[in-house]
């Protein structure tokens, strides 16, 4: 089992680190636009009030002539209207406002202008993609996590949708040793950018330089900026990589956890120590015990479990009215997903097409797996009126049942099963049989439907219905398409007999007649 944790868990990794390149990949392109575009802002300046390749700084404060007042309001005008659909730090809309209805600004203050309104633009766009990358990084990482582990188990339940309020919160909160947040770092650095730019074309005038100079100095800054734009983005991607998995370890139980660092000759040596610790998820501190533990870090964490350990077991014996069900292992993240997260029914969504199957005696062992999870956790209690139901006790419950004329000793054992089945629940299509009188559906039609009132009885396995109904006067076979998410508990060889593949149906179904032939009768559960 170790092996599949450490294989699932690098391939989460890889695919979060594909996302942080992709996100990074356009943030280069946003930042490679805008150093064009201040190229291009600087060399028009030149071009237009230089001499030689000069421009001293008498001519460079000179007010803007009506001409040139004009084309820059023009593009003012543009700026603002470009902030309103990006995001634009307000406190540069407010500038651009001010500026446009100002009627005296000089040549450098122009330039200065258009130079920042393309970084503005460039950092507002990392803020969005990094915002985009984080929310994206958590809410994937959280689900793929839990499927993985369900996976591992076969076993699954419901599990906590992610809150998005409570997520912007966690987003929000700084995390780091300089008490920032992502957002804030991006707006320092804009900051930092735009005030060496700035100083640089200052600078280069007072010296009387060439623009090629200013020019060099920009690709060299730029350079730079997307250099750290490049760590921050797989920074806190790890960050809330590892947040997510922490929160999904939760989520299941999963009470420690374990450190992979991949070792090669760029593993750092704080990894290389951690490399295989383990630690109580409770006690998990970010960037002390568990990654990132420096920019770039691409360690990652495991779950961490004892050889006994059964991962749905806290589930059936808690008191959070969780059910458990059977992850088969040809179960991809994304059918997984549509049904146990999004649910089968959401709206604006039609429902797969139903694939009823007969469960062959081959596949009995996964079912007697989770019965034998399921029996481990009920309370001594539970088991007892099990025994008591699958020995004769089930014709002296379901006539109580049928009759309304429950004794108290009959309804703790009625409550009993009904806590038990509420704790399972069929995760695939499938057909049961049940071999019974008759008498109960001498009055049905087809298109009726039929509420049991009645624990129901059946079997995985037809024969073994029919040597039931065989022993009845007058029987009937009923063939019952029971769909995924109906309660249920699969009893095996727990019972009292244990060897009838018995599932055991709640009596709080209904049933729909779909079609009726000599002796049998076809029924579908409705959902």
């Given at each position: ?18 996302i ?61 209207a470009?902030g ?14 001010n ?8 040549r450098?203050e ?6 920042q ?10 803020l ?60 320092g ?63 299941l ?6 450190i ?56 059936v ?9 059977y ?6 993240y ?21 694939n ?10 996964r ?27 089930y ?20 409550k ?18 049940r ?9 049905v ?12 009885s ?8 029919q ?28 019972s009292?007999?244990g060897?009838?593949?018995e599932?055991l ?19 579908e559960?409705?959902?």
């Amino acid at each position: 089992m170790n092996n599949y944790w450490k294989d699932r868990f690098l391939s989460l990794e890889k695919a979060s680190h594909k996302i942080g390149v992709e996100t990074y990949k356009e943030i280069e392109i946003a930042f490679d636009r805008a150093q064009r575009e201040i190229e291009k802002e600087i060399e028009s300046w030149y071009g237009r009030f230089a001499k030689n390749n000069n421009i001293d700084m008498v001519e460079a404060k000179r007010i803007l002539n009506t001409k040139e007042l004009k084309e820059l309001k023009w593009d003012v005008n543009e700026y603002i209207a470009k902030g309103r659909e990006n995001a634009i730090n307000q406190k540069w809309m407010k500038e651009l406002e001010n500026a446009s209805a100002r009627f005296h600004i000089n040549r450098l203050e122009a330039l200065k202008l258009r130079m920042q309104q393309s970084a503005e633009l460039a950092f507002g766009n990392q803020l969005d993609l990094v915002d985009g990358l984080v929310h994206k990084v958590f809410t994937e990482n959280y689900y793929r996590s839990i499927f993985e582990i369900q996976k591992g188990f076969n076993v699954g339940f419901k599990v906590s949708e992610i809150d998005d309020n409570l997520l912007n919160k966690i987003i929000s909160k700084p995390w780091a040793k300089d008490g920032k947040t992502f957002s804030e770092r991006i707006w320092g650095s804009k900051d930092k950018l735009i005030n060496e730019l700035h100083a640089d074309l200052t600078q280069n005038v007072l010296l009387g330089k060439p623009p090629k100079d200013l020019i060099n100095n920009l690709v060299k800054k730029f350079n730079t900026t997307k250099a750290n734009a490049s760590r921050l983005v797989m920074t806190e991607l790890a960050f809330f990589h590892t947040v997510s998995q922490r929160d999904a370890f939760k989520e299941l139980g999963s009470e420690q956890y374990t450190i992979l660092a991949v070792l090669d000759n760029k593993t750092s040596l704080v990894c290389q120590d951690f490399d295989g610790k383990v630690f109580d998820t409770k006690d998990m501190s970010i960037g002390i015990n568990a990654p990132p533990f420096h920019p770039n870090c691409r360690s990652v964490i495991l779950p961490y479990y004892d050889d006994d350990y059964e991962i749905g077991e806290r589930i059936v014996s808690g008191d959070d009215g969780k059910s458990v069900y059977y992850v088969p292992e040809d179960m991809n993240y994304k059918e997984w997903h549509a049904k146990y997260v999004d649910g089968v029914s959401v709206k604006g969504v039609k429902p797969p097409e139903k694939n009823y199957k007969t469960i062959s005696i081959s596949d009995l062992t996964r079912f007697q797996d989770l019965s034998n999870l399921c029996f481990k956790a009920f309370m001594e209690s539970e088991k007892d009126t099990l025994r008591f139901y699958t020995d004769d006790g089930y014709s002296v419950i379901n006539a109580s049942l049928q009759s309304g004329d429950i004794s108290d000793d009959i309804w703790d054992k009625v409550k009993n099963i009904d806590d038990s089945i509420e704790r399972f629940e069929l995760s695939e299509d499938i057909i049961v049989y049940r071999g019974t009188k008759m008498d109960y559906y001498k009055d049905v039609k087809v298109g009726d439907i039929i509420d049991a009132k009645v624990f129901y009885s059946t079997s995985f396995l037809e024969y073994i219905a029919q040597d039931f109904a065989d022993q009845l006067n007058n029987p009937v076979m009923l063939e019952i398409k029971v769909p995924s998410g109906t309660k249920s508990l699969y009893i095996g060889y727990n019972s009292s007999v244990g060897d009838e593949a018995e599932l055991l149906l709640s009596r709080h179904l209904k049933y729909r007649v779909l079609k009726m032939e000599l002796g049998r009768l076809f029924l579908e559960v409705e959902e």
